[in-house]
């Protein structure tokens, strides 16, 4: 069973695929107003010289863990259908 988040919690963890500097150092996700949302942050140093993480939050994309299904006509292709074609 996977963990659930309590409302306003979330939890970030290193990003252990960080290929660049533009992937965040750290992903994660919350639960916020009852939606799942994904968090991104980067560590950053700011003009004062102190390190701070930037933030990134945005509505979480739907993972389907099937293969999306592909519509695949069974049906026999027609002479005419055959004529139509451009090329």
């Known amino acids: 069973m ?7 919690s979330g939890s970030l963890f290193p990003n252990r695929d960080k290929k660049g ?11 916020f107003n009852g939606q799942r949302v994904e968090l991104a942050a980067w560590k950053k ?3 004062s ?3 701070f993480l930037s933030v990134q939050i945005k509505p979480a994309r739907e993972q ?4 999306p299904e592909r519509s695949v006509s069974t049906a ?9 074609v451009p090329f």
């Open 49 to 51: 010289g102190g390190g």
């Open 64 to 67: 389907s863990h099937a293969a």
């Open 21 to 31: 500097d533009n992937h965040p150092d750290y992903k994660g996700d919350a639960l």
């Open 76 to 84: 026999p292709r027609s002479a005419v259908e055959d004529d139509e």
């Open 2 to 8: 996977a963990y659930e988040h309590r409302e306003g």
């Open 45 to 47: 140093v700011g003009r």
